[in-house]
């Protein structure tokens, strides 16, 4: 979960709305959708997964043909939507995983990677069944754990939420990705200094990466403490993006609305009167989950 951080190679700036909205689980790294700072759901490692849009789009053009020669190779289906999801081809990447869940229906990961899918789609009573039941004691995983907790912060359930984020770091104690959602659910809750102190832990880790930095600079702004959310948004963007950044943290922040913002409700008025900065063409992306 986290701020929609830029998509891997761009240097996109922060939103408000972006940030929770991405809750999700995702956990909000390197892929944009709900809550994608948090780890993907995928055999993949984040430094094996293109950085480029243009790198998305040759991964999902090799594993299209792959999946059109023969749609029930499990591989070529889960590769393919986690390529369609990185590229905000949501409905498509649903629709080839739901075939593929019904062909290896003991495929936990798939099953993962389809409730992270339904989330994108903004299916998320559903995601919420499908995470659980990807999810096993037997064989706990904690990128479906905080997942499932991006689920939770998006329905509303932020206790709940921070109980399976917990949960998740007892697997992987000093996740970033995770203590990037968790600290992004304690924003949500409105608990801003414990918000901050996760968040400042994460981003200290040696694998945290700009997109747990952004969900920081986010929690810094919403204090108020504007300078150094600027020094700390300069790690990722030029001089210019982050002056850019902290202006449009500033009028979100003095904005009645802000708390309804940082939900990032679609279609409010709110969400619609203060898009959140673009720097080199690009939206930015939610830093919380990965493709799947």
Known sequence: MSVRAARPGSRAGLG???CLAALVLAGCQSRGGIGDVTGSIGRASPASQPRTASDWQAERETWAKR???????RDAAFYYARALRSLDQNAQA???LQSAVLAHQDDRELLGAYGRSLADNGRLQEADEVLSRAHS?????WRILSAQGTVADQ??????????YQAALKLAPNEPTIMSNYGLSLALSRNLPEAER???EAAASDRADARVRQNLVLVLGLQGRFGEAETLARRDQSPAEAAQTIAYLKRSVSQQNSWELLKGGKGSKAQS?????VANGTVGTPAGIPPA
């Open 16 to 18: 408000l709305a972006v």
């Open 137 to 141: 004691p037997e064989r706990p995983d």
């Open 198 to 200: 996760v968040l400042a």
């Open 155 to 164: 329905l509303g359930d932020h206790a709940r939420a921070q109980q399976i």
């Open 94 to 96: 649903l629709a080839v």
């Open 273 to 277: 009167a203060a898009r959140p900065p």
């Open 67 to 73: 999946y059109d020669a023969n749609p029930k190779d």
